[in-house]
């Protein structure tokens, strides 16, 4: 990444922080563009994600639960808080030298996994819980590169599905071309949900 790790998630964390924030209890139980999971399925994985980063940035070893519980007393103000470590873990430069231990990948691919998480999972819980998410242009623009050289291997595993067809317009803000073509590599579709 052209743009230090920590700067750019310090640029996407609050937009995240923001819808999280924005949500309220009696819309956990919500369906999400990730099929599998609902509110608050989504919720406790970017809750997991934004932890275990915090340590893959040290290069420690994480678990990875199941099925996490991050949603008890306070979770909106813990995850802000913890939104801020991670920005944190990153902020050392040696942070990006080398390979995760634990993940078997490039550290700058690791930062960049967690940026990728906290924006498009940020998409997903506003358009989720009818919000209104405006990602930061610096992080979208960073993670074209990062979702091309990961996607072939994503949709083997079944971590991204296969883009759908959309439809481009040149008259569309390059804000929101550069997010379309994001959402869809990833294997989402902008306009969920689909009306039938």
Known sequence: MSTQTSELLAAAAPRTVDVVRGISDDQLDLPTPCSDYLVRDLLNHLFQVVVNFQDLADKRQVEWIEKPDHLGDGWRDRFEGETGRLIAAWSDPSTLEGVSPGMGMPQTVIGGMALLDLTVHGWDLAVATGQPYHPAPEAVAELHALVEQLGPTARKMGVFADPPPTPTS???????????????QTGRTPTWPQTP
């Open 170 to 184: 040149t008259s569309t803000p390059d804000q929101t071309r550069n997010l379309t073509h994001l959402l869809t």
